[in-house]
């Protein structure tokens, strides 16, 4: 079954304060019991040790015992609770509690034998005499037997005080269960109510409301854990939205144009308006690979930007693989006239090859798209202690300030007439960006219109190589 936070904190509270007064009521009890004992036992000690003095007292110089004294004494020690038998030296009795009063002293010995079973049933106590010799001086002139409960006895006032003292820890305890309930709930609701919102919150992102936001304010740091994960996820979730949709309002138009370029040549040829030569052909066969290449990128790019994007990572010299793409693509560069130059030293990196040398095809193949003939691009490769750094340079026609933060966006184009000549779809960066991130690594770009523009691939060397 399951319990909300408030009831299960509310109700955890309350099991420790239960806990813990039913230990304190224990142990001082224990305690209690220990002490109060010895303290008692202790204390009829000193009384016995009382009626003896006095009693030693009343022994006369001439061998006679003060009779009226010993029996005022006699009777005091009565009252208090002890049955004193007082006898001679030649152990014959002078005086004795039961034959002067026996009806007070079995009424003692059952109260004594009542008091210790209220507070201690399985004791086996019983009434106990027990003797003690009466000096004078250093010789015994007698002897006084003292009766009472044994092994030691608790009087009304002892077991009053006992009682008291528990009834206080069971109205503590009792208050402290009640205390910490209500505490407990207030607390609990304190924690509860902000977690139940957050929740309220979270419910309604799920449900599509990807825009709103958790606004709890909290001083609780989990909550404010929560709260800002809460948002950092509605706010992925948001981004994912807008760009899901951005996509298929972008493909949508993207693909428009030359479909309808398509339409209009073939409805000419059909029409015949146009005759169906070879070059009206080649225009539409263009039109189609540029469809298809389109096509090929975005289904490429959805490939690298899924979340599964898995990494075949192996160890290899970065350089090398470049040099070779250099060498791939110099008849190009050699057609449009211009200086293709790299330089780089050996530099191990673990990455994936194939999805590198996709980044380094992309970068170069701009390069040589933007660069006009006659101009000059550089390829570098720089090692540090913990990045490998690939820059591709060349001295073209530069990207405008304002188009510089969104040319890594799929289907960005900083020029679009240029671009319609060009042939590009917009897509060669964002699949850049997507597999330099799936490396944990930054494409960062330097540019200024008219002076060229720069790429810096930086991967980070990993450790678990
Ligand atoms: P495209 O297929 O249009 O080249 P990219 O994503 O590769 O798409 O590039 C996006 C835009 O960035 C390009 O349209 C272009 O305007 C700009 N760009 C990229 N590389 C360069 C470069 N080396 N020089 C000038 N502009 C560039």
Same mark, same amino acid.
């Not at 509270?13 to 230990?23: H, K």
């Not at 608790?154 to 910490?180: E, H, P, R």
């Not at 960062?444 to 810096?456: A, L, P, Y």
């Given at each position: ?44 000690? @000193? ?78 106590? $019983? ?92 001083? =609780? ?7 800002? =994960? ?9 981004? @994912?939205?807008?760009? $899901? ?52 990128? /975005? ?14 990572? =192996? ?5 090398? /693989? ?12 050699k057609n449009k006239d211009i200086k293709l130059a790299f330089n780089g030293k050996i530099e191990e990196v673990f ?68 671009? $319609? ?43 678990? @190589?």
């Amino acid at each position: 079954m399951k319990h909300s936070l408030r009831v299960k904190l509310s109700f955890s509270y309350a099991l420790v304060a239960l806990i813990s007064v039913v230990l304190i009521m224990a142990i001082t009890n224990l305690f209690l019991d220990k002490y109060f004992r010895e303290y008692v036992k202790n204390n009829q000690e @000193q009384k016995n040790k009382d009626v003896i003095s006095s009693i030693s007292h009343q022994y006369q110089n001439n061998g006679k015992w003060n009779m009226e004294m010993i029996e005022t004494i006699g009777v005091r020690a009565l009252e208090n609770g002890l049955i004193i038998k007082v006898k001679d030296k030649n152990g014959n009795i002078i005086w004795d509690a039961t034959v002067h009063n026996n009806g007070m002293c079995q009424r003692i010995i059952e109260h004594m034998a009542q008091n210790m079973s209220s507070r201690y049933p399985h004791m086996k106590g $019983r009434y106990t005499e027990v003797p003690y010799p009466v000096n004078s001086g250093l010789t015994k002139v007698g002897e006084v037997q003292i009766g009472s409960y044994g092994p030691y006895y608790l009087s009304d006032n002892d077991l009053a005080f006992i009682n008291t003292l528990n009834k206080l820890l069971i109205g503590i305890g009792i208050f402290s269960m009640l205390f910490s309930l209500v505490l407990g709930s207030i607390i609990a609701r304190k924690l509860s109510s902000p977690i139940s919102r957050v929740i309220g919150s979270a419910q309604s992102i799920a449900k599509g409301y990807f825009s709103d936001r958790v606004l709890e304010r909290s001083n =609780t740091k989990e909550i404010c854990q929560l709260t800002s =994960t809460i948002n950092n996820l509605a706010g992925t979730l948001e981004k @994912q939205e807008i760009l $899901r949709k951005r996509i298929g309002a972008d493909v949508a138009h993207e693909l428009r144009t030359p479909l309808a370029t398509l339409q209009s040549h073939m409805e000419a040829m059909i029409d015949g308006i146009w005759e169906p030569d070879a070059e009206r052909l080649k225009s539409c066969h263009e039109e189609i690979i540029r469809i298809n290449k389109m096509v090929g990128d /975005l289904e490429k790019l959805a490939r690298y930007e899924s979340e599964s994007l898995v990494l075949n990572k =192996t160890s290899f010299d970065i350089s090398e /693989l470049i040099h070779r793409i250099v060498l791939n693509f110099e008849p190009e560069f050699k057609n449009k006239d211009i200086k293709l130059a790299f330089n780089g030293k050996i530099e191990e990196v673990f990455a994936d090859k194939d999805k590198i040398s996709q980044v380094v095809i992309n970068l170069v193949s701009n390069a040589l798209k933007y660069t006009p003939e006659g101009g000059t691009v550089n390829i570098s490769v720089k090692g540090a202690e913990d990045i490998t750094e690939v820059s591709v340079k060349d001295n073209g026609p530069g990207i405008p300030q304002e188009d510089l933060p969104f040319i890594f966006e799929r289907f960005y184009r900083a020029d679009k007439s240029r671009n $319609r000549l060009t042939g590009g779809s917009g897509i060669g960066l964002t699949i850049v960006k997507a597999i330099t991130e799936a490396h944990k690594g930054r494409i960062e770009v330097q540019s200024r219109v008219n002076h060229g523009t720069e790429f810096i691939l930086s991967l980070p060397k990993e450790t678990n @190589q």
